[in-house]
């Protein structure tokens, strides 16, 4: 009897007219119910789509089947996961998906989209409804004197404007359009080759991992030329988690011939394209008395306010007769090896890799020989020496920093150029709290 008073009282409070309820405790419980009833009829909603979409998947994976096409059969597999993981917005589509899988998923997108935006449309209107209530509220108690429960009154209708439900709905009606063409949210400009993009709401009015990106004439520094990303999202652009990451190879050398700039050697003897043990190789001579002896690549990593991710690939031999010349690093700056890692085999070609986060605020990458005697900043290398071969540094991850914020697609503030004073946003593929 009291639920059925409640649905009674609810569904008259909602009603055009109504301005006022009887107390503020029975206007918090008659919006509560409200907001349950459309968090309900929403739920079965998706249920209804997602079970639709299933069967759609179900007849399209048995035709795959029948036809002996293992992989669209798993791609279907996958899909049907994503769903059933309740993955909102979904995956990125492959482009080698089978047509048919394609139309389904888009026809699934855009009802989707439509079903939200219905939801969140109820919410913003029940909220308005229930912020005028409160407001009447608010004068009616004031002028009665009852100022404890026109202040209450006032609360309420602080909690429901900043109710991250409320706002997200209100977001999403502003951000995703049935055409799936979101507005832009921001400019950004990624570390490591500074490409910028433009960054679009996701399909749920998110800035998010999943956000569609574009190229745009990059203005960082002065810079007028468009970048070439293969990113489609944002995630792919920075190197998050669980996205193919969109690369930047910051160095590559065979070591065949003259040093690729930007490696410089410091006391030391290099001497590119050596034939040593059946490759053509970089030999690295130290003498006995070498002052900080290193090679170096300045600038080429970032530092750790603009944290990254990078990946080196190289194969190296230690001859066995050598006695000082035991194992070598690379560092970033003058700090520990990078990811702890020494090379010390001997006597035969290693192939390596190293996967490395910024660790301080040096930008050098540097190559050490690691336990060498000697006095201060003198080192005594013994006329040795170590091959290394095929050197490649790649940007796996990125730390992004914004260049300009959108309001309704168009800029909402100043575009900042300088780099040092761009605000970071996202560190090593991972968003960072804007707080």
């Not at 006022?20 to 909603?45: G, P, W």
């Not at 003259?258 to 410089?264: E, F, I, N």
Request: glycine share 8%; net charge positive.
């Amino acid at each position: 009897m009291f639920i059925r008073r409640i649905q009674i009282f609810v569904f008259i409070l909602f009603l055009p007219g109504v301005v006022e309820a009887r107390t503020l405790d029975e206007l918090k419980v008659s919006y509560e119910v409200k907001m349950l009833e459309l968090k309900n009829k929403h739920t079965l909603a998706l249920d209804k789509l997602v079970t639709g979409y299933l069967g759609a998947l179900e007849r399209v994976q048995k035709k795959f089947q029948e036809g002996g096409r293992l992989g669209d059969v798993l791609k279907v597999t996958k899909e049907k996961e994503d769903l059933k993981n309740k993955a909102w917005p979904l995956p990125k589509l492959e482009k080698s998906l089978p047509a048919d899988l394609v139309k389904l998923r888009k026809v699934y997108e855009k009802t989707r989209i439509l079903v939200e935006r219905e939801n969140a449309t109820a919410i913003v209107e029940v909220a308005i409804k229930m912020d005028g209530l409160l407001e009447k509220q608010t004068e009616t108690l004031t002028k009665a004197g009852r100022i404890a429960q026109a202040k209450k009154a006032k609360v309420q209708r602080e909690t429901i404007a900043a109710d991250p439900k409320i706002v997200s709905s209100k977001n999403l009606l502003e951000r995703v359009r049935l055409d799936q063409n979101a507005p832009v949210a921001m400019r950004i400009r990624r570390s490591g080759d500074h490409l910028e993009v433009l960054v679009r709401f996701d399909k749920s009015g998110d800035f998010s991992m999943d956000s569609p990106v574009e190229n745009v004439v990059e203005i960082t520094g002065g810079k007028k030329q468009k970048g070439e990303t293969k990113a489609t999202v944002l995630g792919e652009f920075v190197g998050a988690k669980g996205y193919q990451v969109d690369p930047y190879v910051a160095f590559e050398s065979d070591l065949d011939d003259v040093l690729t700039p930007p490696m410089q050697a410091v006391s030391l003897e290099v001497k590119p394209g050596v034939t040593y043990e059946e490759r053509k190789c970089l030999r690295i001579k130290m003498g006995p008395v070498a002052p900080n002896p290193r090679i170096e690549w300045p600038n080429l990593l970032e530092p750790e306010t603009s944290a990254s991710v990078v990946k080196l690939n190289f194969h190296y031999l230690i001859p066995l007769e050598n006695q000082k010349l035991r194992g070598f690093a690379f560092h970033q700056g003058l700090l520990a090896p990078l990811d702890g890692q020494v090379m010390t085999t001997r006597g035969r070609w290693v192939g390596k890799s190293i996967v490395a986060e910024s660790v301080n605020n040096n930008a050098n990458l540097r190559f050490y020989f690691e336990g060498l005697s000697g006095g201060g900043k003198t080192f005594n290398g013994g006329n040795e020496v170590v091959y290394l071969d095929d050197l490649k540094v790649t940007f796996q991850q990125f730390s992004a920093h914004s260049v300009a914020t959108y309001k309704d697609g168009k800029v909402a503030s100043k575009p900042v150029t300088d780099a040092e004073a761009q605000k970071s946003i996202i560190l090593s593929g991972r968003l960072i709290s804007q707080n």
